[in-house]
């Protein structure tokens, strides 16, 4: 067996970022962006008001109270066209430009209007309530690197950046093979030894939550035909992953289809709980990942191995972001398999972060799986920890 890292770090340097396509913004939901993007206006385009008010020239208002002609206004897309001159003001609204002469805006709860005329209650400094034209960014400015996972708020960027088209990494193609006798489809009816096949339905739904497009081939059955026609039906996909057909005794039946179809074994068997019978091979330049067929087993290792994977392919960072908490309860030593436990984060009134892992780890539990936020990560041969204990922590969002 090789270690967590090692086959990490084995798995991750054959894998090179898929190719990239011009897509419009208003598609851009969920896509990785491939290059740096930059402004090609500044925001705001001008000088504008911060506040509803009268905009007025700061030397004017030395002493206050002081009454000014208003001489105009300006208001969002009307903007006043001359220069406030000296004992002049002009009417300003929120977001509005504010005009050459003037320098600041003072509040209107801070005036007394009368006609044409207004009295300034109070004085301010030069550039007060103003924002000044670039405030926020100028043109050139980059403001949304490559990698980013484009949402609501940088979309909503971009567009004030005045980008109407972003270059993303294309969606990478994830074929996803079942193998087994014994696995059925959702909805079909198991027989006695059959068990409904759910590695499948929940590697897909990842895949697709991490920006990638699930292809799920279906299952393959044990026989070196069924194997080999599933394999072949892989073709043009980004990386290959099954499920199943990994452990001693069928083992070698998956192995030799997939080395018959052009695949050189990395790796077989890491030091990991769950999920020992892990696989890692290159076929034709294509990544192929064996996860185990047991689903929580398959689901850790996806989050532990497949996760990063995608996040290679797309060009961002492979680094798992784990946190530090406080252990939740009292755990053993571990053995030489690096743990990682199913468990639940939770928040202290005082604010302080805990870990609880279930007190059932059985591989076989998936209801323990689907209700965990967490894995809490265990060291090879780590001594028993106490609660109170600082442990690393996976958190684990809900679309994982």
């Not at 339905?201 to 697709?208: I, Q």
Request: aromatic content about 2%.
């Amino acid at each position: 067996m090789i270690s967590v890292e090692v086959a990490r770090e084995s798995l991750l340097a054959g894998i090179k970022p898929v190719g990239t396509e011009v897509i419009a913004l208003s598609q851009a939901t969920g896509r990785i962006l491939a290059e740096d993007l930059t402004a090609r206006v500044s925001h705001p385009p001008v000088a504008v008001s911060a506040m509803d008010g009268y905009a007025a020239r700061a030397e004017d208002l030395a002493q206050v109270p002081r009454r000014l002609d208003v001489v105009g206004q300006s208001a969002a897309g009307a903007a006043f066209a001359g220069t406030v001159q000296p004992g002049q003001c002009i009417r300003i609204f929120t977001g509005a430009p504010v005009p050459e002469g003037a320098d600041v805006v003072i509040m209107q709860e801070n005036t007394r209007r009368d006609g044409d005329r207004v009295e300034i209650l109070t004085g301010a400094p030069s550039g007060r309530h103003v924002r000044p034209a670039g405030l926020d960014f100028s043109i050139g400015d980059m403001l949304i690197p490559a990698g980013t996972i484009m949402g609501g708020r940088t979309i909503g960027l971009a567009a004030a950046m005045n980008v109407p088209n972003l270059l993303v990494r294309r969606k990478p193609r994830i074929a996803i093979l079942s193998t087994g006798d014994e696995i059925v489809l959702p909805g079909d009816q198991p027989g006695p030894a059959q068990i409904v096949g759910s590695n499948g339905p929940g590697l897909a739904a990842m895949v697709t939550a991490l920006g990638a497009e699930a292809i799920h081939l279906g299952i393959a059955r044990d026989t070196r035909e069924s194997l080999d026609s599933m394999i072949r039906a892989a073709a043009g996909a980004d990386m290959l992953v099954t499920t199943g057909g990994a452990s001693v005794g069928d083992y070698d039946l998956v192995q030799d289809a997939l080395k018959d179809a052009g695949m050189n074994l990395g790796f077989y068997k890491v030091a990991m709980r769950p999920g020992k019978p892990l696989m890692f091979g290159d076929m034709k330049g294509v990544p192929v990942l064996g996860l185990p067929g047991n689903p929580v087993s398959a689901m850790v290792c996806a989050i532990i191995f497949l996760e990063p994977a995608i996040r290679a392919l797309t060009g961002r960072s492979t680094v798992t972001q784990a946190i530090n908490a406080l252990l939740g309860r009292d755990l053993p030593p571990n053995d030489e398999r690096m743990e990682f436990m199913r468990g639940t984060l939770e928040r202290t009134d005082d604010g302080l972060v805990v870990a609880l892992p279930f007190e059932q780890q059985d591989s076989a539990v998936m209801s323990g799986l689907a209700r965990a936020t967490c894995l809490v990560v265990r060291a090879p041969h780590a001594p028993t920890a106490q609660m109170g204990d600082m442990v690393q922590v996976i958190p684990l969002p809900a679309t994982l």
